[in-house]
Nanobody, 112 residues
Framework: EVQLVESGGGLVQIAGSLRLSCAAS????????MNWVRQRPGVGLEWVAS????????NYADSVKGRFTISRDNAKNTLYLQMDSLKTEDTATYYC?????RGQGTQVTVSS
């Protein structure tokens, strides 16, 4: 059974940082593309970033480029999202995903 468990969310001030983690199990993590997506209040699901199985290639939405960094540790079956220079518009529930699978999410709230 595929399981994706996000953690690391919380309340942070504008310009602050957070590091999200996603523990994966039930599949061969190191062979799958992984993604972070988010859902902001009143907005549909939004793609944030992707990373190839090796970790060598990453892609970002324009809204987070230069501020967020996606990475992975295949030995630990864990996906990360380092979020810096946070803005109020980054407030959302963040999910890790692969294919049609998505975790339960972790809430990030950026306050002014």
């Amino acid at each position: 059974e595929v399981q994706l468990v996000e953690s690391g969310g919380g309340l942070v001030q504008i310009a602050g940082s957070l590091r999200l983690s996603c523990a994966a199990s039930g599949f061969t993590f190191g062979t799958y593309w992984m993604n972070w997506v988010r859902q902001r209040p009143g907005v549909g699901l939004e793609w944030v970033a992707s990373i190839v199985p090796s970790g060598k290639i990453t892609n970002y939405a324009d809204s987070v480029k230069g501020r967020f960094t996606i990475s992975r540790d295949n030995a630990k079956n864990t996906l990360y999202l380092q979020m810096d220079s946070l803005k109020t518009e980054d407030t959302a529930t963040y999910y890790c995903s692969t294919g049609s699978f998505r975790g339960q999410g972790t809430q990030v709230t950026v306050s002014s």
